[in-house]
């Protein structure tokens, strides 16, 4: 199927998950959604097929949308600790989180600023002071120095974790951790799996990473978390150019969490995480 018909198909279904949600349930929404940006930039690739880019002007208003809709934006750690003293989550709570370490996401501290929202940035070690597109280690301290923004590590190269051999996992996940520890002279406890979806990771990768003393870690795979999700599996919504204010409200519903079920079925990697 092609990218396009892929999407028309997903969002049918979405379409009338959203109707029969909407009018069988009271449309609150329960538990704690994380919401998993990339890009933040005007200049995505017309294909873009893994659905990396969010427009600066889109993601402005999907901001705006969640204060206007009185959505709780708590942080990384705040959800990691309601889940490890299983307290509750409020109506509408969000996290705000950023994979890769894309130069764009520069541009989203001003945005996080003017509502007070928190985010995690998920930073691929490697590819600090590399390519322009990837945000530098001064950029790092920068953004460390507000604070609205958490780094977490996404590894040390974005490799497959799973079936990787232990001198090799100590370094994406062990490694990864001390280089950001040094970088930015805080604790570094929250780690995002690359790919992230089902097949790439699995129990032993999960133990390593909570053995290697992160707190919480964080999937691709779709769906709200509720006060049983384990913390080292978070689920997460992915947000894109196709989030229009329409869709975006579609998905802090969950009309999409069914997609984790075609997630599940997928044998290989059904996108770039
Ligand atoms: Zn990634």
Not at 29 to 52: A, N, P, T, W
Not at 176 to 183: A, D, R
Request: hydrophobic letters at 40%.
């Amino acid at each position: 199927m092609s990218m396009d018909k892929k999407i028309i198909f997903k969002q049918a279904i979405g379409d009338c998950v959203h109707y029969f949600k909407t009018r069988t349930n009271s449309p609150t929404e329960k538990g704690c959604r994380v919401l998993m940006y990339h890009s933040i930039s005007d200049d995505f690739l017309l294909e873009d097929s893994y659905q990396m880019t969010t427009p600066l002007p889109l993601f402005e208003a999907q901001m705006a949308f969640l204060y206007e809709n009185n959505y709780h934006i708590i942080s990384s750690d705040h959800m990691t600790d309601v889940l490890m003293k299983k307290k509750t989550f409020l109506d509408k709570t969000v996290v705000l989180t950023f994979d890769d370490g894309f130069k764009d996401n520069l541009k989203v501290l001003q945005v996080l600023e003017k509502y007070c929202f928190p985010a995690t940035i998920f930073v691929t070690v490697s590819y600090l002071d590399q390519e322009p597109v990837y945000l530098s280690s001064k950029d790092i301290k920068f953004l460390c120095d507000s604070k609205l923004v958490t780094i977490g590590s996404h590894t040390l190269s974005h490799r497959l974790l799973k079936g990787l051999s232990d001198s090799d996992l100590e370094k994406e996940i062990i490694l990864s951790k001390k280089i950001l520890e040094n970088m930015i002279s805080k604790p570094v406890t929250l780690f995002a799996y690359p790919f992230g979806a089902y097949g790439a990771y699995d129990k032993r990768i999960v133990r390593f990473v909570e053995q290697a003393g992160y707190k919480a870690a964080f999937s691709t795979i779709a769906g709200v978390n509720e006060l049983h999700q384990d913390r080292y599996q978070i689920k997460r919504t992915r947000i894109s150019r196709l989030d229009t204010l329409t869709e975006f409200q579609k998905e802090l519903l969950g009309a999409y969490d069914w997609y984790k079920l075609w997630q599940r079925m997928s044998t290989i990697l059904p996108s770039r995480g």
